[in-house]
């Protein structure tokens, strides 16, 4: 199965920036999509930014409106370490971010989430 680990989680002063590192491994399919989640208090779940794969290859990246310009997502070669870059940070940021591993097959959903790491921006 996916096993997903997460660091760089903290605390930072507003207009700062901060990196979330997500290691992957055990991950089989051919097309799929990795990215990052949050969760603030009293909020629902949202996407920040994913990275559509097939074969090997980025085809597609997507940044949620509340973090374009500000937010950047990446993985190495092997698809082996996705890194949220987070830039120009506020409050309204502070949330849990979780890694996400989704794939479909047919009428088959797989899903794969990492533990979560804190991420708080202070005023």
């Known amino acids: 199965q996916v096993h997903l680990v997460e660091s760089g989680g903290g605390s930072v002063q507003a207009g700062g920036s901060l990196s979330l590192s997500c290691v992957a491994s055990g991950t089989t399919f051919v097309a799929y999509q990795m990215g990052w989640y949050r969760e603030a208090p009293g909020k629902q779940r949202e996407m920040v930014a994913t990275i559509d794969s097939v074969g090997g290859r980025n085809i597609a990246t997507n940044i949620s409106e509340p973090v374009t310009g500000r937010f950047t997502i990446s993985n190495d070669d092997g698809k082996r370490t996705l890194v949220l870059h987070m830039s120009n940070l506020k409050p309204e940021d502070t949330a849990v971010y979780s890694c996400?591993?989704?794939?479909?097959?047919?009428?088959?959903?797989?899903?794969?989430w990492g533990q979560g790491t804190q991420v708080t921006v202070s005023s």
């Open positions: 996400n591993y989704h794939a479909r097959v047919g009428l088959y959903e797989y899903d794969y």
